[in-house]
Every structure is written in structure tokens, then in C-alpha cells.
């Protein structure tokens, strides 16, 4: 009887508290709470070694947001980026989300920079059903273990970028092969994609060689490649490895005796090492500034990026923080709402060309079907540095360029 | 090195509330614990303080109390971290049954690495330990199908909690740092024991002067042994508690960083001090989290801030505020 009592009184000075905050100036307080911004949390690796590439995702995120925020908003709801500094360490970057989630209150998250960071933010955000899109490559996130209906991935993935640069290069240049691969994930996921991509050429692999990822010298190696006298050298590592190995490549001749390709040609990376070390290795991108006299939206991108920032261009990386960004926020406006229930089937039913021609999320593994550039460094003509690489082919968006949703292991 | 030690002679002179501070030491700090989080600018961080206390605090029974300094601690933290992580995941073992088989791990683990270490002292001890944490650290990077190799360890969640019929919601973060604060308390006090029994008495013994603890009639061989293995228990759940923290177990965790890592929290905080350790986690990773929101030069300011406490306070920290209270 008195518990009964009790919880009467209880309801009615709860109700009573509930009408006079109505009435009174809070109540503004509270719609306006509602009408905040919208809070984008973006852990990226500020400090060690892809500083530089960090940085450029932080500029082409913030030309997403001040895009969104020019053309009203959310209803006038604006968007706003929290950057953090996962330094390229999972743990550093679970905390980070962490942080973001449960004291910023973020809508969404979108960054990384690597494959562990990326499934250790993943983790964290799946578990607290907040909306995490991945802007770096990785395969395992694709795959039923680590992906949930809050997980989008707008970069590339490993198995895409090995595939179109082997279809390109095991037609045309040959198919004898050796592999030179940075012991750890990013390398053994993309040498995984080039035999994939190799069976169909029935491409014969002549050694499967692996470094220690952070090697400095590569000439013990190169030798024994030139002797197994390969058509094509395929080297797979990752930002200074590939500059070194490539430079030490070029000293040792092996230019003239056979192929050189990557899966990856890091715009930064050309730029830093210089022309002599890049000169005729051929590789893929997700984006290169140079298709702006292709395609349209690349264009009005590029100039975008030009005018916030000193006449810079974007680099292939940042660009997908763009990418990663817009899709949020434009799923969000589509939907007109950030409650995550109803931005994942606005996002999930976007055609868009937001910078690189048409992409889309395919529904199972919400991994964005994009083309893949195939491109081949040059020396830079002299009234433009920036002009590194001629794109020479194009690996359109092909879902069957995937692999599919059975082998991921999700149900049809 | 000469006045490391909290719990010296001066143990014998009782000073009023710094006496008091010292018998109650475990109790202070839980209290300390308990309000903590309200200091700290997110929960998340506030957790790590705990955890990486705790892994200091472990280390540091072996390199202050025992004098032996170690490069390999983050075998110790990592084979609790992944044990837990590994029990969990593919074995389907509730939170708490990893939790107690990691630090069991972290215990193993030193006694395998401790069998082989204890035979030598000094650098070369620094060095076998850092070359033996370096084969597990790659026996784990290589079983890929266990740890998840370069990807880390995913999937160690923790959700809905009971205790003792009490449901509780661990994803809450407040919920997630009193849980972990328990953990970290009990062993606060059994550490607390430890050092206040006369097996803790005779670690000291054996830092201060080994011939003559072994003329005593102690088994130093086993007394470092026994040191080294309560040493990896505490590391070990420290990693354990690390692991449904964040729910992953990167790689890192085992990397030889994390070893060096635990070293300069020692030194920062103070080594040989019972809450030194703790102190210096707590300062390094503020300074990491705050300096880092505005500058990525926060390396700098930290190697700043160490360089400055190892040339101008080489009591650390605690040690050096316990040492000014002790002269007034």
C-alpha cells in the first residue's frame, strides 16, 4: 500500500517537474539540445609516420563539412568535425572512440588510417551502435566476423586494388611473377588479391618473397629476383618500404629487365622520393587529382580543396575522407534524422559521384563498389609539381570485381 | 637509490598523519579510486589510468622493491590481455573466468621468462628479458587464427554483467571503471601485504644486499623467482582488465614499447614508492591525452617533462612530495 502511495507521489511530482520545465525557459533549452550540431569524431594518425597523409584527410574531411553546412545543413542542424590523434595505434584509437562516443556524444565516426586501427575502432562502435565509416583498406573488415550494420567502408580493400592492377598488368606485360611483400597484413592481403586476380592469366609465380615490414636495404633480395628473370616485379609495402624498395630497384637495373608494379602508388610518397625511384612503375589509386578533366566531380572537388587550401591538391587518401564524410552527412539529410536506424538504409540506398564517378554501398558488407585508377608515374612537367602520374586505365565499379557475399560469409 | 623505500626504518617512527597514511594506505587510495573519475576529462581515459596504474604497480614490485629492472614487461601485460581476449573469443569463457586465467597467464608467462632471466642481474637481465619478450611478442604476431595476428584480437565484448545476482551494463562507462576499480583495489591490498609481510621484507633484503640476504639464509635464486612470477600476476591482470576495456587486443600491447612505456611511468611517478608507479600513469597519460588535443608535438612536451623529473627529481613524482612531507 504505501510503495503504491509512494509511486503516485512520485509520478506526480515527476509530472509536475515535466510541466514547469515546459513551461518554463528550459524548455527552449531542450528542443534547441535536440537541434545541436551534428558531431563527427574522426581519429586519424596526426603523429608517426603517415603524419602528412593524416593531415590531408583532416583538410578533404573539413571541405565535406563545409559543403554540408553551405547548403543548410540538417535543416539547419550544421556539422562539425572533432579530429583526434589515434598515432596509429589500436589501442590509443579504441580509447579515442571511446572518448568521442560517451563524452562528445558524436553521430558519427569516420577515419583511420590502418587495418588494425580501423577494426579496433570498429569494434567499439558496432558494440554502441554508432555509425563508423572506414577510410583506409583493409579485407577483414568486410567479412561477417568484424562487419555489422553500423560498419561502411568507402575506401578501397585490398582484394579490389590487387585485382585491377593484375587484370591491367598480367595481359599486357606477362605472366611470369615474383612477389616482394612487406611481411604483415596490408602485404599478404594484397599479394592474396593478385593470385586471385592472376588465376584467370594463369600467371606463373616464380618466388613469393617477404620482408620485415621497415626494411631499409633490399640488396640481398634483388638479386635473386633478377635471376629468377620474372616479367613482372610485384612490390607490396607500404609508404618509405615502397620508396626504398623502388629507388634500390631502379640502382640495380632491374627496370630495363622486367615490370615493376604496386598496388598501391601513394601520391605523397612519389612526391616525396622524387621522380627517378617512381619513373614507369605502374600502380593503383583509389583517386588522383588528375581525372579532373574526366570527370566532373573531381573537378568542381578539386578546385574546392584548391580554394580552402593555398592551391593544394588532394591526395588519394584524403580524399576518401571526403568521401567517408559526405556519405554520412548526406544519408543523414536524405533520412532527416541522425538516429542510426535511419541513416544505414539512407546511406545504404545512395547512388553517388561525390568525386570520382558513380559508387555505392553494396547492401551485404556495405562496402563502396568504386573504380579503381590504374595509373603509371612520369617526371613532372615543369610549370606543374603536382603532375605525377597519367592514369591509364580505369577499372570501372563492378560488384563482381568483389568478392562476394558468400565468401565473406553473409546470408544472401 | 639510497631512499627509495616508503616502508624503511622509518616505518618504526610514527608521525602523525603521514603514519596514519601509510598503515592505511590501501584504503586511502581506494577512497582516492572511488572519486577519481570526476577529475579526469573522459571515463574511457580514466580506465586506462587504472589499468596502466596497475601494470606499473606490478612492475614496479619487481624493478623498485627488488631492484631487478625488466625490458620485458609487455610479455607479462599481453599474455594477460590475449589469454583473456583468446579464452573469451574462441573458448566462450564468461568475463570473469578470463579475467582470473589471464592474470593466472601473466604468472606463467614470468615463470617462463623468469627461469631463464634470474640466472643473470643487471644490463644483462635488461637484455634477456627484452629478447625473450620479443619471441613471444612474435609467436603471437605469427598464430594468426588465435590473435588475430597484425589485425589485433576483436571481439572481446563484454555487455550485461551480474555480480552477485546485481545486473549491471558494462558498456557504461562510469559502470565499466568501478567494475575495473574493484579489481585494481583487491590487488592494491593484497600488493599492500605483500610488502607489509615478511616475504616483502626479504625482497627488499635482497635489492639492499644480496650477499648478505643470502647469508641470512635466504634463497635468493627463488625469492627473485617468486618476485618475478607475483610481478606477472599483476601485470597480467592488468591486461586482462585492458582487454574488455577496449574490447580488442592489438598487437601493440606485446610490442617492446609497452615495456619501455611501464619503465618511464615508474621512474615519472617514482620507482620503489608504493603509489609512485600509479602516479606516473596517471601523469604521463594526462600530459599524452591532453597535450596531444593541441599540438601534434606532444611527444616533445612529455620527453620535456621526463627529462626534466630524471635530472631535477630523482625520486619521482610521489617520491619526492612523500620525501618533503617526511623532512617537515
Known sequence: ?412 | MTDLADNSAKRLAPSGFLEFARRHRTLLAALFLLVFPLLVPFKALAVNILIYGLYALGFNLLFGYLGLLSFGHSALFGAGAYICGILMVHVGMPWWAGVLLGCVAGAAMAAIIGTFAIRTSGIYFAMVTLALSQCIYYVFYQATGLTGGENGLRGVNVEMISIFGLRLNFVDPLTRYYVVAAFVIVALWILSRILASPFGAVIESVRENEARARASGYDVRRVRLVTFILSGAFCGLAGALQAIHLSIVPIELMHYETSGLVVMMALLGGMGTFFGPFVGAAVFLLLENLVSLWTVHWQLFVGAVFVVCVLFFPRGIWGSILHAMEKK
Open chain 1, 1 to 412: 500500500m504505501t510503495d503504491h502511495k509512494m509511486s503516485l507521489t512520485r509520478r506526480r511530482l515527476l509530472g509536475t517537474v515535466g510541466a514547469a520545465a515546459a513551461v518554463s525557459p528550459f524548455a527552449i533549452n531542450i528542443v534547441r539540445a535536440q537541434e545541436s550540431k551534428i558531431k563527427i569524431g574522426f581519429p586519424v594518425p596526426l603523429t608517426g609516420p603517415y603524419g602528412a597523409e593524416a593531415e590531408d584527410q583532416v583538410r578533404a574531411a573539413q571541405v565535406a563539412i563545409a559543403e554540408f553546412n553551405e547548403a543548410g545543413g540538417l535543416a539547419g542542424r550544421m556539422a562539425e568535425l572533432l579530429v583526434r590523434d589515434d598515432k596509429l595505434n589500436p589501442g590509443e584509437a579504441a580509447t579515442r572512440t571511446l572518448e568521442l562516443i560517451e563524452n562528445d556524444k558524436v553521430n558519427f565516426i569516420v577515419g583511420s588510417l590502418s587495418a588494425a586501427v580501423q577494426l579496433a575502432v570498429n569494434n567499439v562502435t558496432k558494440q554502441r551502435k554508432v555509425i563508423f565509416n572506414s577510410i583506409s583498406q583493409s579485407d577483414a573488415i568486410n567479412e561477417v566476423a568484424d562487419f555489422s550494420p553500423y560498419t561502411f567502408h568507402e575506401a578501397l580493400n585490398p582484394h579490389m586494388t590487387a585485382g585491377a592492377v593484375g587484370r591491367y598488368a598480367f595481359q599486357k606485360f606477362g605472366k611470369k611473377v615474383v612477389f616482394l611483400t612487406a611481411d604483415y597484413a596490408y602485404g599478404t592481403e594484397m599479394v592474396t588479391g593478385f593470385r586471385e586476380a592472376g588465376k584467370a592469366f594463369n600467371i606463373e609465380v616464380m618466388g613469393d618473397i617477404r620482408h620485415p615490414i621497415g626494411a631499409t636495404d633490399f640488396s640481398t633480395l634483388l638479386p635473386r629476383i633478377q635471376a629468377m628473370k620474372p616479367d613482372i616485379l610485384c612490390i607490396s609495402n607500404f609508404g618509405r618500404d615502397q620508396q626504398i624498395a623502388l629507388k634500390q630497384a631502379t640502382d640495380f637495373g632491374m627496370k630495363k629487365q622486367m615490370k615493376i608494379i604496386a598496388p598501391i602508388l601513394l601520391y605523397t610518397g612519389r612526391i616525396a622520393a622524387g621522380e627517378a625511384a617512381f619513373e614507369g612503375v605502374i600502380g593503383g589509386t583509389s583517386y588522383y587529382w588528375g581525372i579532373e578533366n574526366k570527370i566532373a566531380s573531381a573537378k568542381a572537388f578539386n578546385d574546392r580543396f584548391r580554394k580552402m587550401f593555398a592551391g593544394k591538391v588532394p591526395s588519394d587518401y584524403g580524399s576518401l575522407a571526403y568521401g567517408g564524410v559526405k556519405t554520412l552527412l548526406m544519408g543523414a539529410k536524405n533520412a532527416g534524422s541522425t538516429d542510426a536506424e535511419k541513416v544505414i538504409p539512407a546511406v545504404e540506398a545512395l547512388k553517388y559521384d561525390y568525386y570520382k564517378g558513380p559508387q555505392y554501398y553494396r547492401k551485404c558488407d556495405h562496402q563502396s563498389v568504386q573504380s579503381v585508377f590504374i595509373i603509371e608515374s612520369k617526371t613532372a612537367p615543369k610549370d606543374n609539381p603536382t603532375d605525377v602520374f597519367n592514369v591509364i586505365a580505369i577499372d570501372e565499379p563492378n560488384e563482381a570485381n568483389l568478392r562476394s557475399c558468400e565468401v565473406l560469409g553473409h546470408k544472401a
